[in-house]
């Protein structure tokens, strides 16, 4: 599957799901204007991202979010902390180790904290591109740590709802099977847009958002999009996710 496009047409967290899904290994690169980023993943899993353009190293990072001090910093490795590039993350994550400056628990908890601070801006993100380089692998001397894509999308949702909520889309997954939902007789006149009108002939309560594509001959994550859309406006209900054991929930907006 070639994953690339637009955010404006395809949200971010569509995008997620689907690489978490299909267990991707690649780099995911967002750009928003001069702004850009790059995701690496292993078996749909989050191994690490990079601000390219930042320019800061892994240790001044460190430094920045208060897990190390520039002193810690030096007396594990010898060196002032502005001379953190002469070394590979791999070796100032041993050293910092080595000499009881850090922890495997606080690496992780600040590589969650990273990945989610990093998410909730992207999330704001209205407009730009991504595409997916498959099979692409971390840098040499960089240093993976694997995290659950949808853990780190709903903290950063949190974050971000404020800016978000609005946006009339609930976040579905390629797995969910959404019917249609039960709407008193009074209601309004519903405007649907054809692309909507065409999701809902494939839908039967029975078949996934994934099947869903197939059926109606459209790109998955246009589906998933279109599914929210419909979702927001109680027009659908989730009834069911495949990865589970059989109906979980009911999503009215």
């Not at 240790?59 to 590039?85: C, H, K, M, Y």
């Not at 997916?132 to 709802?161: D, H, K, S």
């Not at 209900?237 to 054991?245: A, L, R």
Request: with cysteine; charged share 20%.
């Amino acid at each position: 599957m070639t994953l690339d496009g637009h955010l404006s047409q395809f949200g971010l967290p569509d995008v997620l799901r689907v690489i978490e899904s299909r267990q991707m290994t690649g780099c995911l690169i967002v750009e928003n204007g001069s702004r850009r980023a790059a995701i690496y993943f292993s078996g749909g899993q989050w191994l690490l991202a990079e601000r390219i353009g930042l320019g800061l190293t892994l240790a001044q990072q460190f430094a920045r979010a208060g897990v190390i001090s520039p002193q810690q910093f030096e007396q594990a490795t010898g060196l002032p902390l502005d001379s953190a590039a002469s070394l590979t993350d791999v070796q100032v994550i041993r050293m910092l180790i080595g000499a009881r400056c850090l922890t495997q628990e606080r690496l992780r908890q600040w590589a969650v904290e990273d990945a989610v601070n990093l998410l909730g801006v992207m999330l704001l993100w209205q407009d730009g591109e991504f595409f997916f380089e498959e099979g692409a692998v971390i840098p040499q001397g960089r240093v993976a740590q694997p995290l659950p894509v949808a853990q780190l999308l709903a903290q950063a949702q949190r974050l971000a709802r404020p800016a978000t909520v609005q946006s009339q889309v609930l976040p579905l997954a390629p797995e969910e099977v959404i019917d249609f939902a039960d709407l008193e007789s009074d209601v309004e006149a519903i405007q649907l847009t054809r692309e909507q009108w065409k999701l809902l002939t494939a839908v039967d309560g029975h078949r996934t958002l994934r099947d869903v594509s197939q059926t109606v001959q459209e790109d998955e994550l246009r589906v998933m999009r279109v599914a929210g859309e419909l979702a927001a406006a109680g027009i659908v209900v989730i009834v069911g996710n495949m990865e589970g054991s059989g109906p979980q929930r009911a999503v009215t907006p």
